[in-house]
Structure formats: structure tokens, C-alpha cells
């Protein structure tokens, strides 16, 4: 019985834990500015108010937008040429193509900042710096060892019998991808999409370096550099946060179970 | 992890903010306070003091940081967790384990590979953590809660040294190295085994 109450009261701190910073945000994020200050921090807002929310709107809406732009094209090219690579580097073996995979998949892990300047360099020299295009480039191609090892998983349980029917009937390479792989790959979509929609969307590093006219930045930027004035006015950088957070928690509350499937096939590995 | 470090270092920064101590204590501070905890205040990440030779500044991070990525093997562990057999558990269970004993001495080592690709995992995010630092503290007073992603970031873009920030972060790429490239050859031979 004792050993109960232990493990009960173990699990509350432990909930209570993962709860209190959700708590504090949406308690600080709905109050007045006057009531933020330091003594009423942990307790419910007396009067809601929505001022935080709406200074926080009409800060960060440019730079909403501009994420929206961002993420949505770059998860999208990203998932195609993921899928492209994934039906070659798992149905068209050729020499080497398990230690190119594996290359592929290095680039998983390395850290963003080993490749940071020469990626800068590059985009200067093309002509792409300080732009959402060069932005999306960077994701699309950050993207590629994830999405590449989720489609090759997935299609390595397509029957190989499938493929070698369509060449024997006369359809090549892409054809065979267009008209066999293609349309049954949707759920490796779906997986590939919600994963790439969330880490691109959350993603820091590249946007503050490649982006640095204030104007083109996306959110999780912008977020940063809102606390960055004199006084902070945490009721509007709390807003500000639960703003940047809603399209993903959106989408994970929706479609949860598929972003789990992207998480555990990152760590699940090849 | 569907969240952003930059939302979680927001959200904790305003949670550990120190206020001015020792008259008016914000945050963990406060909520020390109205526990009766008040004598257990530290100035958190602010701080430059060290306790055992650890920067007392780096703890809001670390429980930020917990708090951001143990999702990561909660989910991992459960989906191992399903996929034990319900057999073995019965069969311990008539040969008389208690519930602690079935833990350690069955599910627990069945699953050592996922603790071990969770540690590798954590690790090598941990090694190049950037946005969750840069969002709650940056390189802190005197360079406390400095990780060799900010300094790579601030000797590169602020001090314009290219060519140490590459230094920097060549060294980082061989760490997370030292680390993944013996995962990944070993995930790819048990592959090539099946």
C-alpha cells in the first residue's frame, strides 16, 4: 500500500513537472501587462485579456507568414526527391549503394554548423543569401537523409516482384516510379510530410544565419528577437511563443500518431 | 519534440528568471518561496557561481533540455515496450517475480538497444545544442552556460573570425563523429545479417 502512495506521488511531481511550463504560458500569455510582474507569476490571471495575443499578432504576423512560405515548399520538395531517392536506394541496388546510403545518413547528424560558412559562401555566390529561396534550398537538402531513409523503409517492403513486372513491361525508371511507386506511397507522405512540416518549421540555426533582414525572417526568429528589446513584456512573449507553437501542436494533436512514426524512424535506423 | 526549442527556452527563461534577490524573488524563486524552500534560491542562470565545480547557471538549461527531449525516449521505450511478448512476463510472473524484478531483470536488458540508440541519440543532440541555449541565456555571464554551438555561432557572426568559428566547427563535427559513425556501422551490419 505504501509502495502505491509512492509511486503515485512519484508520478504527480513528475506530471506536474511536464505541465507547469504549458501552465505558465497560457496563464502569463491571457493577462494584462499589469499583472505580470514578479509576485503574481505562478497564480491565474485575475482579468483575461487578450492584449498580449494581439500585440503578439501584429508583431509576428509578417514573420508568420513568411514561415508559412517557407515550410510549405520545402517539405513538399523535400518529401518528393526523399521519395525519388528512397525507391532508387532501395529497389535499384547498384555498387555501393548501401555506403552511399550510409553517407546519406550521416548527414542526418552532422552538425549544422560544420557546413554553416561554406554554405553561406555558397548561397552568396548564387545569388540566393538573405532569402526565403535559399532558406527552402538549405531545408530541402537538410531534409533529404531523413525523408530518404522514411521512403526507403517504406519501400523496401514493396514486393520487388512489383517493380521488375513493370520493367518487364516496358515502363523505365521513372515510369516505374510515376505509375507503381508513386501512388501507393501516400502514407509514407503523410509520415514524411508532418515530420518535415515540424522540424522546419521549429528549426533556428539556419534561419537566423541565412535570413537577416527582419522582414524575411521566420517566427521561431522573430520569437527570439522580441525578447531581445529593454523590458520584456512576458505577457507578449509568452503569446508570442504559443503563436510559433500552434501549427505544430496543431498539426501533432491531429495527426500525432505519424509524427511519432517520423521520430522513431529517425532512431529506429536503417 | 513537436514543440521548438525556442518556445521551450522562452517559456523556462520566464520561468527561472531570477528577479532581484534577496527582496523580490521571481519565478522557481517564488515558487520556492511560497513552498518554504525560501533559503534554497539561486540567482539560476544569471548566476556565476559554481557548486562542485559546475556552473550553478547550466541547470536551468539541463531542466529545460529534460523537459524538451525526454518525450523522445518515453515514445521510444514504449514502442519497445509493446513489442515484449506478453509470454515472458507471465512466465516470470509463475515463476514468482514481482513487478520491480520483471522490470530489471526482463524488459530491461530486452531493450538495451533502445537505450543505448536513445543515449546516442540524446547525446549527439545534446553535443550540438543551439536554439534552446541562444533563447534562454546565450553565452551567459562570463560565459557560463557557453556550449560550442554558441561559441562557434558568436566567434563566427559576431567576432567575424571565419576561420576559427570553421575551426570550431570542424571540432564539433568530429565529437558528434566519434559518436555516430560507430552507431551507424553497427545498425548497418545487424541490417546486413537479417
Redesign the interface.
Given at each position: 500500500m505504501t509502495k502505491k502512495i509512492v509511486i503515485y506521488i512519484l508520478l504527480a511531481v513528475f506530471a506536474l513537472?511536464?505541465l507547469?511550463?504549458i501552465y505558465?504560458?497560457l496563464a502569463?500569455s491571457l493577462k494584462p501587462l499589469k499583472e505580470v510582474g514578479?509576485?503574481r507569476?505562478?497564480f491565474p490571471p485575475n482579468n483575461l485579456s487578450l492584449d498580449g495575443f494581439a500585440k503578439a499578432f501584429s508583431r509576428l504576423a509578417p514573420n508568420l507568414r513568411n514561415s508559412f512560405l517557407l515550410v510549405i515548399p520545402a517539405t513538399l520538395l523535400s518529401a518528393i526527391v526523399g521519395s525519388v531517392n528512397g525507391y532508387v536506394l532501395s529497389k535499384l541496388k547498384f555498387r555501393y549503394s548501401?555506403l552511399l546510403f550510409?553517407l546519406v545518413?550521416?548527414g542526418m547528424?552532422?552538425?549544422?554548423?560544420?557546413?554553416?560558412?561554406p554554405l553561406i559562401r555558397f548561397l552568396q555566390d548564387i545569388g540566393l543569401y538573405g532569402s526565403l529561396w535559399g532558406l527552402i534550398l538549405v531545408h530541402v537538402v537538410y531534409g533529404l537523409p531523413i525523408t530518404t531513409l522514411i521512403f526507403r523503409n517504406y519501400y523496401s517492403e514493396v514486393p520487388t516482384e512489383l517493380i521488375e513486372a513493370a520493367s518487364i513491361d516496358g515502363a523505365g525508371i521513372f515510369k516505374t516510379y510515376l505509375k507503381v511507386l508513386f501512388p501507393i506511397s501516400l502514407p509514407g507522405f503523410v509520415v514524411v510530410v508532418i515530420w518535415q512540416f515540424?522540424n522546419i518549421?521549429?528549426e533556428?540555426?539556419f534561419a537566423v544565419?541565412v535570413t537577416s533582414d527582419p522582414t524575411k525572417q521566420p517566427i521561431?526568429v522573430a520569437?527570439?528577437n522580441l525578447?531581445g528589446s529593454q523590458v520584456v513584456e512576458?505577457n507578449v512573449?509568452?503569446a508570442?511563443?504559443?503563436l510559433?507553437?500552434l501549427p505544430?501542436?496543431i498539426?501533432?494533436i491531429l495527426l500525432?500518431k505519424y509524427?511519432?512514426r517520423g521520430?522513431?524512424a529517425?532512431?529506429?535506423?536503417? | 519534440?513537436?514543440?521548438?526549442?525556442?518556445?521551450?527556452?522562452?517559456?523556462?527563461?520566464?520561468?527561472f528568471a531570477p528577479?532581484i534577490l534577496p527582496n523580490?524573488?521571481?519565478?522557481m524563486n517564488?515558487?520556492l518561496n511560497?513552498v518554504g524552500l525560501d533559503f534554497f534560491q539561486w540567482k539560476w542562470f544569471t548566476s556565476t557561481e559554481s557548486f562542485l565545480n559546475f556552473n550553478i547557471a547550466l541547470i536551468p538549461v539541463i531542466i529545460a533540455a529534460v523537459?524538451q527531449m525526454s518525450g523522445?525516449t518515453m515514445?521510444?521505450y514504449l514502442?519497445g515496450l509493446r513489442g515484449i511478448s506478453q509470454d515472458l512476463v507471465e512466465a516470470a510472473e509463475v515463476d514468482g517475480a514481482t513487478g520491480w524484478q520483471i522490470f530489471w531483470k526482463i524488459k530491461f536488458p530486452i531493450l538495451r538497444p533502445i537505450t543505448l540508440?536513445?543515449m546516442i541519440?540524446l547525446g549527439?543532440i545534446s553535443?550540438?545544442i543551439?536554439?534552446l541555449v541562444?533563447?534562454m541565456t546565450g553565452s551567459g555571464p562570463n560565459n557560463v552556460t557557453d556550449v560550442?554551438?554558441i561559441y562557434?555561432?558568436e566567434t563566427?557572426?559576431r567576432a567575424n573570425k571565419?576561420a576559427t568559428?570553421?575551426a570550431?566547427?570542424?571540432i564539433?563535427?568530429l565529437m558528434?563523429?566519434v559518436v555516430?559513425?560507430p552507431?551507424?556501422?553497427s545498425?548497418?551490419r545487424k541490417?546486413k545479417r537479417i
Open positions: 513537472f511536464f507547469m511550463p505558465v504560458l502569463t514578479l509576485e507569476m505562478w548501401d550510409a545518413l550521416f547528424f552532422i552538425p549544422y554548423q560544420s557546413v554553416l560558412f515540424t518549421w521549429n533556428f540555426l544565419t521561431t520569437l527570439v525578447a512576458w512573449q509568452m508570442g511563443a504559443l510559433a507553437a505544430t501542436l498539426v501533432y500525432g509524427f511519432l521520430l522513431l529517425g532512431s529506429v535506423k536503417g | 519534440m513537436a514543440l521548438s526549442f525556442v518556445v521551450t527556452g522562452a517559456v523556462w527563461r520566464w520561468i528577479g523580490s524573488p521571481q519565478g517564488l515558487l511560497l523537459w523522445y515514445a521510444m514502442a540508440s536513445a541519440i549527439h553535443l550540438k543551439f536554439d541562444y533563447a560550442p554551438a562557434m555561432f563566427t557572426f571565419y568559428g570553421s570550431i566547427a570542424i564539433m563535427l558528434v563523429a555516430i559513425i552507431y551507424l556501422a545498425a548497418f541490417e
